[in-house]
């Protein structure tokens, strides 16, 4: 695999710096559009205190199928300039399609063979692009298919369960003012300043409809030990999408993309991130994409 440079210009002519990972073998190549979870996150799928390494891992396991791929660091992020608490949920899908846009156009790129493989909000994302012409596969990592604020709601209850008994009920009472104040229109919580705007435009968006309209082929995995994203969705998007939908949930999978036999909890987060992402589901991703890209 060679990587090389690449900016990606956004729609107000925002820089956004990124990699484009190359495999092995003459050009051009069928190639994927790397679409992050929530965050401010750099190209890898990094923050400065948490480390997934996603973004490397995911483009590896493509550039052994020959597809090449192209990540990017969000606005505030690593290399690229921009006030991330500024930056809404609606930015960051429109800086996702401006990626597939300069990815078509590279001469190492074949145009008609462009996927994006989103996680979490990625995932929300790719739903979204999947309805655009110029993507011909989507893959969907740990993506909802509700509301964003029942989405919201869903995951903060697995949280709240994990606090002891005489707790939750101060939290839930906390956590549904906050709500109503960034609803209202507030940009702290808890005393802190937060990315309000994007929050706001999460929870109302709805990925059903993107869902309904997309005619490319589609794989979705969400995790059996998700406590993010409910994988019950999965037959949401099997239902919704028209064409051709292949869902898949993982037992032992977390949001982290890593796999845990033990209880399912956002506790298990730190240690889990010591290890790899999931052999089996970097496998099974890049094959389904090969298989498709190629066929494209």
Known sequence: ??????????????????????????????????????????????????????GPA???????????????????????PGDWRATGFTDNRRDGAAA????????????????????????????????RPDVAAVVL????ARLGE?????????????????????????????????????????????????????????PRPDLAVVRVPVLAITGGKDVQVDAADLEEIRRLVPGEAEVHRIDDLTHLLRRDPGAASVRSYPRLLRRPVDPGLLTQVSGWLAHQLKAA
């Open 141 to 144: 990592l740990a993506g909802f």
């Open 100 to 131: 597939v846009r300069a990815l078509a156009e590279r001469p190492e790129i074949r145009a008609d063979a462009v996927a994006v493989v989103g996680h979490s909000e990625g995932a929300v994302h790719a739903m979204a692009l999947g309805t």
């Open 150 to 206: 029942d989405a919201l709601r869903w995951q903060a209850g697995n949280i709240v369960r994990e606090l002891p008994g005489f707790v939750r009920p101060v939290v839930r009472a906390v956590a549904r003012r906050q709500l109503a104040r960034i609803k209202a229109g507030s940009t702290r919580v808890a005393g802190r300043p937060v990315n309000a705007r994007w929050m706001r435009e999460l929870l109302a968006h709805d």
């Open 58 to 80: 995911l483009a590896a396991a493509l550039a052994d199928d020959g597809i090449a791929t192209l990540r990017y660091d969000r606005r505030g992020a690593g290399a690229t």
């Open 1 to 54: 695999m060679r990587e090389v440079d690449m900016t990606v210009t956004g729609d107000d002519g925002l820089r956004l710096a990124g990699t484009l990972a190359l495999p092995a073998g003459p050009g051009p190549h069928p190639a994927a559009v790397l679409l992050p979870g929530s965050g401010r996150l750099d190209r890898d799928g990094n923050t400065a205190r948490l480390r997934s390494d996603t």
